[in-house]
């Protein structure tokens, strides 16, 4: 086998272009799409519960902050994706638009959209970025002008467009009447005629032998998961029951017979409220724990023993019927969750192989006279600096785009600007910027014809990678 053929083929292993990769930050000039976040069915009020909460473009610290909202702020949340709520814009939030793709109208305070697809960027008091993509509009859609920038307007955010919060600053006060129309009917009446809004004159005296008492509960939204399936405090009703004591029954003496002990009755079965004020114990017990540690399809058997049962009133009903819909909802956010940890496991698994065959590769190499770089390409200034050091792009000689950051204090980057260079060190994460960065251990100047012969790279640029797959094919 030939040297070229094996560098082709060690290639072909499984490295692939850094360009692949997500990226949450890149140039001013570029648009940043977020991972989509649905609409939950429960939409509802929150208050904001510490000082000077970030606000985020996205559903992630690496996407920049809009504004700052402070203690007892309320936003109203409607999604949720992990740690991060999904929220509507608060007051004092805008939004950009190109001014090209807008026709002013009348005093110049509304426009026209122009053209389809236009992308809606989210606007900040705090960061001069505006490349995170809230929504887009269509010709035709109109937008309240606020002000302009530089090439962009300020508008009011449009219908579609949300801002992020993460969690634990919020906490849950109240369900919205207007919530999605696909929740049940039940849940919608549960929510709407719970016992702590409504008073229930409609439920039948309790037993003589039971006596009832209503608390308020609710899971904890942390329990959640991406679909927000809890209820806020203070919306719901539990039934806890204690049952009166029974007089002893006893069995007549008859004289003349030896006398016995009173016969005792066997205990009456549970009532459906009592079994109601276990069930809850149950699921308040249950909410405390992680979402992978929760038995939740046994107690959703239970709750559905009950459902229909005569002996419960029918705001009980309501409650249980919310419960089921909420456990449903837990148990394939349980399943999602579950299955993303087997396919990190699997994917580390695969990590540690494919660095084994790296290594491998890199061994054979070294008996060799190629030269071998952690990366190849054209050396580019970056507009994003962050964190300590200056940032660079190493870019796609085809295309212009970045194929991998690097981060250097070493001037003898400025002189290899616009340059195809190779760079020898260890790619890691970023923390901060949640992007894939090279800190160089050396570069140097690098023939790009070269490239998949006596150069070979563990990232190499797209178009250098076709151009080594039709050379590997015979040009064909």
Known sequence: MSFRSLVVG??????????????????????????????????????????????????????????????????TV?????????????????????????????????????RDDVNIRAGSDLDAMKTTVQTRLNKGDTVEILGQEDE??????????????????????????????TVSDSAADAVAQSPATQPDNSAPAPSPAVVTTVTPT???????????????????????????????????????????????????????????????????????????????????????????????SDNLKRVVDLRIATLKARADNKAKLLEARAMEKDAAEKELALQAEQQELAERLKQTDVEIYTAVGTLQPSSLQLGGGTLYRLTDPGTGRTVIYLRTTDDKATSMMGQFIGVRGTPTNDPQLSLRVLTPTDMETVDPAKVNGTVAAEIIPPSMLARQASASTGGN
């Open 152 to 181: 962009y307007l300020k508008i009011k955010p449009p219908e579609g467009a949300y801002l992020y919060v993460n969690k634990q600053f919020v906490d849950a006060t109240r369900v919205l009447p207007d919530a999605d129309a």
């Open 10 to 75: 060690a290639l072909a292993l499984g490295i692939l272009p850094v360009a692949n990769l997500p990226v949450t930050k890149v140039l001013a000039q570029d648009a940043v799409q977020p991972p989509p976040v649905e609409n939950s069915k429960y939409h509802f009020e929150g208050t904001v519960n510490s000082g000077s909460v970030y606000i985020r473009s996205g559903p992630g610290e690496g996407y920049y902050a809009t504004q700052k909202l402070d203690k007892g702020a309320v936003v």
């Open 218 to 312: 609710a899971p904890p939204v942390s329990q959640v998961g991406p679909t927000i399936d809890a209820t806020p405090p203070a919306m719901l009703a539990a039934a806890t029951t204690q049952p009166m004591a029974a007089a002893p029954s006893t069995q007549p003496t008859v004289a003349g017979a030896p006398s016995t002990q009173p016969a005792v009755a066997a205990a009456p079965p549970p009532s459906a409220e009592e079994l109601f004020g276990q069930f809850e114990s149950t699921f308040a017990d249950m909410s405390k724990q992680s979402l992978a540690d929760q038995n939740i399809d046994d107690l959703t058997t239970k709750y559905q023993s009950i459902q229909n049962a005569d002996g419960l």
């Open 78 to 114: 409607v999604g949720i994706k992990f740690e991060w709520l999904k929220i509507v814009p608060p007051d004092g939030s805008y939004s950009y638009v190109g001014s090209a793709f807008v026709d002013r109208q009348g005093d110049g305070k509304t426009g026209i959209i122009n």
